[in-house]
C-alpha cells in the first residue's frame, strides 16, 4: 500500500536538496551565463551594436580566411551561437567546445597588439568554461534519483 506522502515528498525533496547544494548552484549559474553570453555575442556578429568585431581579427587570421574580416565575423558568430545551444542542450560537451573556442579566440587576441587585456579576460572566462565541463559531470552526466 503507497502512502499519500511519500510519493509527493520523495521527488519534492531531493529536487529541494539539488536546488540548496552551492555545487549545483555554481553550475546552474555558469551553464546559463555560458548559454546565453556566446548567444549573444554570436547574434551581435552580424550586428555590430555592441563592438566593432572586424577589429578584434588578427590580420594573420583575415589574410587566411576567404572574404573580409566581416565575414569572417559572421562564421564566428554562427559557431558562438551553435556553443551557447550546446551547453544549455548538453552541457559536458558545450562547456568543452566553449573552453576550446575561447582558446583559439585567446590565440587570436595575443597575436594583436594592446588586445593582452582581453585575451586575459577571456582566459578567465576559459577557465569558468571548464569549471562547468567539470561540474556538469556531476550534475548533468547521469540522471538524479
Given at each position: 500500500?503507497?502512502?499519500?506522502?511519500?510519493s509527493?515528498t520523495?521527488?519534492?525533496t531531493?529536487?529541494?536538496a539539488l536546488?540548496a547544494?552551492p555545487g549545483?548552484?555554481?553550475?546552474a549559474?555558469?551553464?546559463?551565463?555560458?548559454?546565453?553570453?556566446?548567444i549573444?555575442?554570436?547574434?551581435?556578429?552580424?550586428?555590430?551594436?555592441l563592438?566593432?568585431?572586424?577589429?578584434y581579427?588578427a590580420?594573420?587570421?583575415?589574410d587566411?580566411?576567404?572574404g573580409?574580416?566581416?565575414d569572417?565575423?559572421?562564421?564566428?558568430g554562427?559557431?558562438e551561437?551553435?556553443?551557447?545551444?550546446?551547453?544549455?542542450?548538453a552541457?559536458?560537451?558545450?562547456?568543452?567546445l566553449?573552453?576550446?573556442?575561447l582558446?583559439?579566440?585567446?590565440?587570436?587576441?595575443?597575436t594583436?597588439?594592446?588586445?593582452?587585456?582581453i585575451a586575459l579576460?577571456?582566459?578567465?572566462?576559459l577557465?569558468?568554461?571548464?569549471?562547468?565541463?567539470?561540474?556538469?559531470?556531476r550534475?548533468?552526466?547521469?540522471?538524479?534519483?
Open positions: 500500500m503507497s502512502s499519500a506522502t511519500t509527493p520523495s521527488t519534492a531531493p529536487r529541494r536546488f547544494d549545483y548552484q555554481a553550475f549559474i555558469l551553464r546559463t551565463a555560458f548559454t546565453v553570453a556566446p549573444l555575442f554570436g547574434l551581435d556578429k552580424f550586428t555590430n551594436l563592438v566593432d568585431w572586424p577589429a581579427l590580420p594573420w587570421i583575415n587566411l580566411v576567404p573580409s574580416a566581416q569572417a565575423m559572421y562564421a564566428v554562427v559557431i551561437i551553435v556553443a551557447g545551444i550546446a551547453v544549455a542542450l552541457p559536458r560537451f558545450g562547456a568543452w566553449v573552453a576550446a573556442w582558446g583559439g579566440i585567446i590565440v587570436n587576441l595575443l594583436i597588439p594592446d588586445y593582452y587585456d579576460r577571456d582566459f578567465g572566462l577557465l569558468a568554461a571548464v569549471a562547468l565541463a567539470r561540474l556538469a559531470e550534475y548533468h552526466g547521469k540522471r538524479q534519483h
